[in-house]
């Protein structure tokens, strides 16, 4: 079976291989903070029957516990080790913690958690470490979650078909803390070396004094594109607006 990628908005992305459902970071409102409009509808085919939520950190961007309850108490969680009391405290049925070098079972699936180079902290509610992820079946899913660059990225995941890739930050800006760039996104994606590459965390959300027309929106995906097909030419890469779907073979 053909493993299925849809890029939701932000850092939100479903995956379907080998019979199991994943999401990461899921952040599914319209309106958050001082983001007040989304780009793109969330598609409710895309919320269900997910087997497992793989949280990278605990930022609110990326930790976001209404999103969480629109998906049901009882779906399990993955979060960073020291994150798990802050879910726990709402209710939530089975939350797991990992930590950097854990590998879990997921159905048929292989979670690895891996480094990221970005302080995952949550004030003073959390204190886990921000990861990313690496998901194993009949193909290979890097998602890096929020990271800057590291030297480990270079050979992280051998024979990696997919890598899932921030390349911004908050909706009109990188935000505070590390995150890539489009120019450094496309670096790791020439240290990653996977067959194909996707942008996330971009293209979403806006403040509401904003244009719906504002090139902050698309400009980070074009200047990825750009830059990627310069460092590394031999790599496919695929700009998914929110709500699109990519088909692995």
């Known amino acids: 079976m053909a493993a299925k990628v849809t890029y939701v908005g932000h850092a939100t992305v479903h995956i379907a291989l080998d019979g199991v459902r994943l999401l990461t970071d899921p952040v599914l409102r319209t309106r958050m903070g001082h983001l007040r409009r989304r780009h793109g509808r969330v598609d409710p085919a895309a919320l269900r029957g997910i087997d497992t939520i793989l949280i990278s950190h605990a930022h609110y961007d990326h930790l976001d516990i209404p999103s969480l309850e629109r998906l049901g108490r009882v779906t399990p969680i993955v979060v960073p080790r020291g994150v798990g ?26 979670v690895t958690a891996t480094r990221a180079e970005h302080d995952g902290r949550r004030g003073p509610f959390a204190s886990g470490q921000a990861l990313g992820y690496v998901v194993e079946g009949s193909s290979r899913i890097y998602f890096a979650g929020d990271t800057d660059l590291f030297p480990e990225l270079d050979g992280l995941v051998d024979r990696l078909d997919l890598a899932l890739v921030p390349i911004w930050g908050w909706g009109a800006s ?58 590394a030419p031999e790599v496919e890469i695929r700009v998914l607006q929110p709500g699109e779907t990519l088909t692995l073979s």
């Open 85 to 110: 009391a802050l879910v726990r405290r709402r209710s939530f049925a089975h939350v797991m913690e990992v930590e950097e070098g854990e590998t879990i079972s997921v159905g048929a699936l292989s």
């Open 174 to 231: 990188l935000g505070r803390g590390r995150h890539l760039d489009p120019e450094g996104a496309a670096e790791a994606v020439r240290l990653l070396r996977p067959r194909i590459a996707v942008p996330i965390h971009w293209g979403t959300y806006r403040p509401a004094h904003r244009s719906a027309n504002a090139s902050f929106l698309s400009a980070p995906a074009v200047e990825f594109a750009r830059a990627a097909a310069i460092a």
